[in-house]
C-alpha cells in the first residue's frame, strides 16, 4: 500500500494558517480519494476533508467549510490542507489517508484503505 507521510503541523494562534501536507511513496495502486480526519483527545477520528484524484471534487466538514482548502497534486502524489481562521476546537491530530476502492463513503473512516502517522496541530487561545 506504500507509506503516507504528514507535515506541517504546529502551534498557531486563533485565527491564524497552517498548511499540511500529505506525501505518498511506494503505492502501486491507485488513490480514488485522498481525505483528511482529525481526532481530538478522547473523541473519534472525524472527517475533515476530501478530494478526488480524478475530477478533483472536494468535500468539507461543516465545522471547517469555508476555511480549510484541500487540495493534490497527482504528479508529486501529494495532498495539501489549507487550513486558515483557526480555532481552538481545530485542535486535534491531523491524518491523511487513500481511498483506493471505488466503493464506500469518503466521510467515514472504514473506507479508507492507508493512514499516515498524523500531525498535531495545536491552537491556542
Known amino acids: 500500500q506504500g507509506e503516507l507521510v504528514e507535515s506541517g503541523g504546529g502551534l498557531v494562534q486563533t485565527g491564524g494558517s497552517l498548511r499540511l501536507s500529505c506525501a505518498a511513496s511506494?503505492?502501486?495502486?491507485?488513490?480514488?480519494?485522498w481525505g483528511w480526519f482529525r481526532q481530538a483527545p478522547g473523541k473519534e477520528r472525524e472527517f475533515v476533508a476530501a478530494?478526488?484524484?480524478?475530477?478533483?471534487?472536494?468535500y468539507y466538514a461543516d465545522s471547517v467549510k469555508g476555511r480549510f482548502t484541500i487540495s493534490r497534486d497527482n504528479a508529486k502524489d501529494t495532498v495539501y490542507l489549507q487550513m486558515n481562521s483557526l480555532k481552538p476546537d481545530d485542535t486535534a491530530v491531523y491524518y491523511c489517508?487513500?481511498?483506493?476502492?471505488?466503493?464506500?463513503?469518503?466521510?467515514?473512516?472504514?473506507?479508507?484503505?492507508?493512514w499516515g502517522q498524523g500531525t498535531q496541530v495545536t491552537v491556542s487561545s
Open positions: 478530494i478526488t484524484s480524478s475530477g478533483g471534487s472536494t
Open positions: 489517508a487513500a481511498k483506493l476502492r471505488y466503493y464506500g463513503s469518503l466521510r467515514q473512516t472504514p473506507s479508507y484503505d492507508s
Open positions: 511506494g503505492r502501486t495502486l491507485t488513490t480514488y480519494v
